[in-house]
């Protein structure tokens, strides 16, 4: 018996299922199919089992390497904020470090000015002193010279004698 599904009765292009239920086998492969469900559930529920507990297994490992990821990149961040606070202090320091520094070199510099100003004033007044000093004696030894061929025209020994004793007596006074 069959069961034309197009409703074509004789066409070569129809579709038709026979519903004899031996000749078709649907029984055996029913009962196969029974016996492969009852029989293979042990093995693919040991399959799926596995396969489930390796999956669970997988997920608790990526998941404790997540939390420690997790941790060591928090430590990271720790450390990171840890050397920019230190690196912020160190330039911080090394430019209060620059200003103290030149700071101290201005003063020094300044200081050292100041001793050289007073140096060369001291030097210069120095200077002063012995020129003086020199054409004071250079004008006494003139005078000296001038007053001594003065009195050899003039005077004798005697007076010469006197009036040179007077000058040199007046030159140390003035001397000290």
Known sequence: MFF?????ENSQSSIKINLDLLETNIINIFILIIILIYLGRKFLGN???????????????????????????NEAKNQ???????INQIKQ????????VKESILKQGKTDIERLLLNTK???????????????????????QKVQSKLKDE??????????DQSLAMLTIRNK
């Open 4 to 8: 034309d599904v197009l409703g074509y």
């Open 155 to 164: 005077l004798d020994n005697n007076i010469q004698q006197k009036i040179i």
């Open 80 to 86: 990171l904020s840890s050397a920019q606070i230190i």
């Open 47 to 73: 399959i799926l089992i596995n396969r489930q507990n390796r999956v669970i297994t997988s997920i608790r490992e990526s998941e404790e390497r997540l939390e420690k990821s997790t941790i060591r990149l």
């Open 122 to 144: 001291n030097y210069i007044y120095n200077t002063e002193l012995q020129i003086k000093k020199q054409i004071k004696q250079q004008i006494a030894a003139l005078a000296l």
């Open 93 to 100: 320091e090394a430019k209060n470090t620059a200003a103290n």
